[in-house]
């Protein structure tokens, strides 16, 4: 059995490819009120948690905010930052849609 510390502020909580950081930029641009991604993530399924990608008008006040950008801005939910703390997010633009890879064992 072995221990990890998990530091919320650590940067490198989430890594973002370049792909999806372009995909948040356009969906912001699109959005009417949206300044921000938020990723979090609800419990659902066979796995347990199902990652949940928003964009909003604002932060919330306990918000890790990551900024990817001069205009782009990921907020990640500090209730699910030990969970989606090593993730990467990708956008594969071929099938319209994120991927996410979390090679962290729990």
């Not at 530091?7 to 641009?29: C, K, L, N, Y």
């Not at 008008?57 to 990817?68: G, K, N, S, Y």
Request: one cysteine or more; a negative charge; hydrophobic letters at 45%.
């Amino acid at each position: 059995m072995s221990v990890q510390t998990f530091d919320p502020a650590q940067a490198g909580a989430v890594d973002v490819t370049p792909a999806a950081i372009e995909h948040f930029r356009t969906q912001i641009r699109n959005a009417q009120d949206a300044r921000a991604v938020r990723l979090s993530v609800r419990k659902s399924g066979c796995t347990g948690y199902m990652y949940v990608v928003d964009l909003v008008p604002a932060a919330r006040p306990d918000d890790l905010h990551v900024q990817l950008g001069d205009d782009v801005e990921l907020l990640v939910a500090r209730d699910s930052l030990a969970i989606v703390n090593g993730t990467q997010i990708d956008y594969v633009a071929a099938r319209n849609r994120y991927v996410f890879l979390n090679h962290v064992q729990w």
